[in-house]
């Protein structure tokens, strides 16, 4: 079994366990072990990429550098996590002159960004292959009308994250139409979900978030596919008041179902696993 | 010993502002050496070069140092003087006190000291200096011209008219290029074509004037005033003497493909003639896109052609190559659009009603697919709603060009104001980010277009383009009043960059003309000779040395003439003498010079196994000369001796 190493981050131990424990039993079907590292920290959120706090990187250059420790590459999950460890990678590669205060801080160990950091969506394209992936969809999700959501982190400033297209991106819509799941297009893809404005200023995820949901549903969506908890979690804030808001789920979760996986071994609550299967053309087998 | 004399100039307070001159030349003067140190308030004036001229004369100097600003501004004076006064201009040096220390000390005694060190270095050089003749070299007295745009007309023309022989390489089976696409030029609104046509039609009779089309520069040998070069020219399978352009052949072509002349807005046949003015006025046959020649395959055009008793068409012509000789090149390769579907935020070739400014222009047009009426092209109604997009992937260093393409605020204020005299009750919005119209009735031309009712200017961005019930949103910003704004488009225009023509990089390293980091042809220096290119001999007329509107191409295009003209007035050359030299006896023939050298100027003799250096070809960069293991290859007046001389100056 391929196995990687795996930086799971705060909101995947509290917000979003879901996430991570989708993750993992995606990856153990996928025959691809997320091995958890040893002693991480948080990544330090928005904060850590202020170019002119050299202060907020001590954070994510000390979980790289334990992260080196034991792996060459480094699997992240949350797109916020991603974009921070990401960028604290190429920095430290690219500008020698911070990552020296750096490293004199840090103390720890010099660290000059000799990691590879990997969003698992890129794992899953690059490593383990979307042609893979649908060979081994058991249950493959028939012409389920999903709408793959990417924020703004998991894709900018694309000169470091690489990842994808900026503007139209096509990894997830892949990925969901590997397992079967007819992707809709709809013009919100990439709008920001209003990140930590859901603290002091609510009434602005109210209208980001709840353009992009109206966009996703008028478009036809009858679920939204994410990649990031705070995304997830702004996304359902701008529902609270509707008596039926649109399901929003992590991409490991509508691959688990594809992949067999059961409802307790992705983490998914009995309304978003009801709504998975009434959009469903053909019903989940169930697989002994 | 040399009789040498030290002149220091003051320029006003740019050096004496500094420098101490007075000490200077009392410190100068204290050389053995030197006969006669002075000083004066602008030596290059009348009376400050009469003060050197006499100086020379009365002292019989035999050589003079001229301690001024960069030789690259006066060099070429003081030596005239020095040979005007009698004496050989390589006795003459420039010791260089402006830019290289009183522009760049500000501390008057360090300043001083470094000037006499500078002074000292050129006085122990010139001491050692040969007297040295010209190099006299041929010049064969025609000219090739690569590229058939305005630039190139204008340029062939120019030179055509001064009684040389031209050849017009163009690519494509027209002349006439970018601006036989335009439909009105700015700021007059004078249709392109009419004030092209002409042009084109004289290039077409000129006797000067061998027109290839269809040919590309495979090859170039040679040096100024003496290339060598080989054309391809591919064969256009229909003789342009015969064809009266009746059409019969297009006709009967069962081949569609996209239109290049129309930005691909309409179809055009195999056998086609690019437009109604093309010059040649002849049909050509695209055998790239052709079923294919073997009558068994087709041959529906020759059959057509041979059923009206002619005989145009010849499916079993050749390509040509032609060997030609010319005394210099005029590259005018001119500019394409930059690729739109880079810039997925726009959603260009996602969405058939995002379109770039060219299809625009072209549907602006009298000849145009639409004869001149704007229209929608998903469902080809006239649209009323239009936006244009400035600076479209331009100034953007980070994702697509970082330079401003100059002409783009021109054509979007024209763009819009010829679509709201085609479509009185629409609405035009220009988003930009700041209005560039530096240029004779530029600005004036602008302000009228925001003045006109149903055009709105709102500056900002635009963040993002996409179809919501057959309607382009417009995502953008006006920064003026501090809000988003989104419009609800029928129609939007990109204004996207310009950049080299596809095969400029590679004619580039044919003809070794440098390229700039935006992979434009590169002058050899950017405001004193910005019509050549560092490579003798090599001119640069229009948007291929940078991007550039019409009046601008044309004015660079009768420059870069005047240049080869300047060429061509004598039937010889005079190159600087200043080359490298081998000492026979000393070269082993190791062939260590021969790669060093960037000019191909260095070849081994065969018979005697000894380096060679071709003078004419030689720019006297000294790279083989420190490559040389055996000290065998020398630069004159740049030797070993005289470099440790004025090494030894400094150290004392």
């Known amino acids: 079994m391929q196995s990687y190493l795996y930086f799971p981050g705060c909101s995947l131990r509290t917000a979003a366990k879901d996430f991570d424990v989708s993750a993992k039993a995606c990856g153990q079907a996928l025959g691809t072990e997320l091995k958890e590292m040893q002693g991480w920290l948080c990544c330090g959120a928005v904060c850590t990429n202020m170019p002119d706090n050299l ?36 920095q430290a590669k690219r500008n020698h002159e911070k990552q020296e205060k750096i490293n004199d801080f840090n103390e720890e160990e010099v660290f000059n960004g000799e990691i590879n950091v990997y969003h698992l969506l890129e794992v899953l394209r690059d ?65 920001c979900c209003g990140s930590y404005l859901s603290v002091p200023a609510p009434e602005t995820i109210q209208r980001l978030s709840g353009d992009i949901v109206q966009s996703a549903r008028s478009n036809g969506a009858k679920m939204i596919v994410v990649s990031c908890p ?31 996986l059961s409802q307790q071994e992705l983490g998914l609550d009995d309304s978003h696993y009801h709504a998975i299967r009434s959009n469903l053309q053909t019903p989940i087998v169930k697989v002994a | 010993m040399k009789r040498v004399g030290v002149f220091v100039c003051h320029c006003g307070l740019n050096i004496a502002g500094t420098v101490n001159v007075k000490e200077l030349v009392e410190q100068a003067g204290k050389g053995s050496d030197i006969v006669v140190a002075a000083d004066h308030k602008y030596l290059c004036s009348e009376p400050g070069q009469a003060l050197v001229r006499d100086s020379i004369k009365q002292q019989r ?50 300043a001083t000291a470094k000037a006499n060190l500078i002074v000292r270095q050129a006085v122990e050089k010139v001491k050692l200096n040969e ?46 290029g970018r601006m036989a696409q335009l439909s009105e030029t700015f700021p007059t609104l004078d249709c392109s074509t009419c004030i092209l046509g002409p042009l084109m039609v004289e290039v077409y009779r000129h006797p000067n004037i061998k027109l290839l089309r269809l040919a590309q520069i495979e090859e170039v040998k040679g040096f100024i005033g003496n290339f060598k070069v080989r054309v391809r020219q591919e064969a256009a399978f229909v003789d342009e003497k015969q064809c009266n352009s009746c059409g019969e052949c297009t006709k009967v072509c069962p081949v569609e493909i996209p239109n290049e002349f129309d930005s691909g807005l309409t179809w055009r046949k195999a056998i086609y003639v690019p437009f109604a003015q093309a010059v040649p006025p002849a049909y050509v046959l695209d055998v790239k896109n052709c079923l294919g020649l073997l009558p068994l395959a087709c041959g529906e055009c020759k059959k057509a052609c041979d059923k009206l008793g002619m005989s145009c068409i010849n499916l079993d012509a050749q390509p040509q190559i032609h060997e030609l000789e010319v005394g210099a090149i005029v590259l005018a390769t001119g500019f394409q659009l930059y690729d739109a579907t880079q810039l997925s935020e726009y959603g260009y070739g996602i969405y058939p009603n995002v379109m770039t400014s060219l299809e625009f222009e072209r549907m602006l047009s009298a000849s145009g697919p639409t004869s001149g009426i704007p229209i929608r092209p998903s469902d080809g109604r006239v649209p009323r709603d239009v936006v244009f997009i400035q600076c479209a992937g331009q100034r953007e260093p980070e994702t697509a060009l970082p330079y401003c393409s100059k002409i783009c605020c021109m054509y979007t204020a024209k763009h819009a ?7 009185p009750d629409g609405q035009a919005y220009v988003f930009y980010m700041d209005i560039r119209a530096g240029g004779k009735g530029y600005e004036e031309f602008v302000k009228r277009c925001q003045e006109e009712k149903g055009l709105l200017y709102l500056r900002g961005r635009v963040a993002k383009v996409y179809e919501e019930n057959g309607k382009l949103m417009v ?32 004619l580039g390293s044919i003809s070794k003309a440098s390229m700039d980091a935006n992979g434009f042809f590169a002058e050899a220096h950017p405001k004193l000779r910005p019509l050549e290119s560092p490579t003798a001999g090599i001119f640069l007329a229009g948007a291929g040395q940078a991007p550039k509107d019409i009046p601008e191409t044309v004015a660079q295009a009768s420059g870069a003439a005047s240049k080869a003209l300047q060429l061509m007035s004598s039937p010889t050359l005079e190159r600087e003498p200043t080359v490298a030299h081998v000492t026979e006896e000393f070269c082993s023939g190791c062939r260590i010079c021969v790669p060093s050298c960037p000019y191909e100027a260095i070849s081994v003799n065969p018979k005697t196994e000894v380096a060679e250096v071709s003078a004419a070809l030689c720019e006297g ?4 000369a420190a490559s040389c293991p055996s000290g065998a290859l020398t630069l004159r007046n740049m030797t070993d001796a005289q470099m440790l001389a004025m090494i030894s100056a400094v150290e004392r």
Request: with cysteine; proline share 6%; charged share 15%.
């Open chain 1, 55 to 90: 202060m907020t990187q001590a954070g994510p250059n000390r979980i790289l550098a334990r992260a080196r420790r034991e792996s060459n590459s480094l699997v992240t999950l949350c797109a916020g996590c991603h974009n921070v460890l990401k960028r604290t990678s190429i």
């Open chain 1, 127 to 191: 490593f383990v292959g979307f042609d893979t992936i649908k060979t081994k969809a058991k249950t493959p999700l028939q012409g389920l009308p999903v709408a793959a959501y990417y924020g703004c982190l998991l894709l900018r400033p694309f000169r470091e994250m690489q990842l994808d297209d900026p503007h139209r991106p096509t990894v997830i819509e892949d990925l969901l139409e590997s397992i079967g799941c007819s992707p809709i297009d709809y013009p919100s893809r990439t709008e």
């Open chain 1, 230 to 260: 705070l995304c997830k979690y702004n996304l359902e804030l701008s529902q609270n008041h509707n008596p039926s808001p649109m399901p929003i789920v992590y991409f490991t979760q509508v691959l688990g179902i594809a992949l067999g």
């Open chain 2, 61 to 110: 100097l035999d050589a003079i140092v001229v301690a001024a600003c960069s030789p690259a501004m006066h060099e070429v004076t003081f030596k005239n003087l020095a040979q005007s006064s009698g004496m050989n201009r390589h006795q003459c040096e420039i010791a260089n006190i402006r830019e290289q220390c009183s522009w760049v000390h500000e501390d008057s005694i360090t």
């Open chain 2, 131 to 176: 007297s040295l003749d010209p190099i006299s070299v041929p010049v064969t007295r025609r000219v090739i011209v690569v590229g058939g745009g305005i630039a190139g007309i204008r340029a062939a023309l120019d030179i055509a008219s001064s009684g040389y022989q031209v050849y017009l390489v163009e690519k494509t089976g027209t002349i006439g």
């Open chain 2, 417 to 423: 104001m010829l679509f709201h005299h085609k479509v």
């Open chain 2, 475 to 506: 995502n953008g910003v006006d920064t003026l009043s501090g809000k988003t704004v989104q419009i609800k488009a029928d129609l939007v225009v990109l204004a996207v960059g310009m950049i080299p023509t596809l095969g400029s990089h590679e």
């Open chain 2, 621 to 624: 960069c000294g790279t083989c």
